[in-house]
């Protein structure tokens, strides 16, 4: 079973303020997403990212894949209360190119509050 | 474009009863999930169909857990008899076709096992 764990599990701030989240494991994935989701909601994917090293930006939103496709980032810079919720990383198992027929495994995901 | 649409949104039961889930994925959209997302978790998938094929279960609970999509378009997730730790949200998703396409999750049902 390949496992992803995202760190930090909770983060909270002040809107204006920086934040980082991670998203690591010892396997490798051929691509990998980000989701949010929101109270009585399912998920929304973000983003997805395929090459290692690839790097990808969504308005205040930067996301990262690893050179070795084992890990990623999501940074959001100067984040306002509209951020809050639990954002969430999946990767599809597999090498460069390879798939596994759409089957994710998520992370625990990490609870972001800004807080006005 | 109307979304995935998941029903009940809420069910609350005692320990040992049979519920079931209803999704009705995207027009169009040949693969179906069904996710259990416990509380403070991701979301871990139970079975994945493609048309009204079975593609992955390997992580359904197949003594208490089955799922169905005879027509390959509705589907149906069935507990039977549920246990306190089914309590969680069961999450729809589907997609166009497999591999990496965009999955597109339902609101979710929210089920409470006391």
């Known amino acids: 079973t390949q496992l992803l764990e995202q760190s930090p599990q909770f983060l909270s701030i002040q809107e204006g303020e920086n934040l980082t989240v991670y998203c690591n494991s010892s396997s490798v994935f051929s691509s990998l997403q980000w989701y949010r989701q929101e109270p009585g909601e399912g998920p929304v994917l973000l983003v997805t990212v395929v090459t290692g090293g690839e790097v990808k930006k969504l308005k205040r939103l930067t996301f990262q894949f690893g050179d070795a496709r084992k890990d990623s980032s999501l940074h959001i810079t100067a984040a306002q209360p509209g951020d809050t919720g639990l954002y969430l990383c999946?990767?599809?198992?597999?090498?460069?190119?390879?798939?596994?027929?759409?089957?994710?495994?998520f992370g625990q995901g990490t609870i972001l509050t800004v807080h006005p | 474009e109307a979304g995935v649409a998941q029903s009940p949104r809420y069910k609350i039961i005692e320990k040992r009863q049979s519920v079931a889930f209803w999704c009705n994925p995207i027009?169009?959209?040949?693969?179906l999930y069904w996710y259990q997302q416990i509380l403070g978790q991701g979301p871990k998938l139970l079975i994945q169909f493609q048309n009204n094929g079975v593609v992955d279960d390997s992580q359904l609970p197949k003594d208490r857990f089955s799922a169905e999509r005879l027509k390959g378009v509705d589907s149906t997730l069935k507990i039977q008899p549920a246990k306190l730790e089914d309590s969680a949200v069961y999450l729809c998703?589907?997609?166009?076709?497999?591999?990496?396409?965009?999955?597109?999750f339902g609101p979710g049902t929210r089920l409470t096992v006391l």
């Open positions: 027009s169009g959209h040949a693969t």
């Open positions: 999946a990767g599809e198992p597999g090498n460069a190119g390879g798939t596994s027929y759409g089957k994710l495994t």
């Open positions: 998703a589907s997609s166009s076709r497999e591999g990496t396409d965009t999955q597109y």
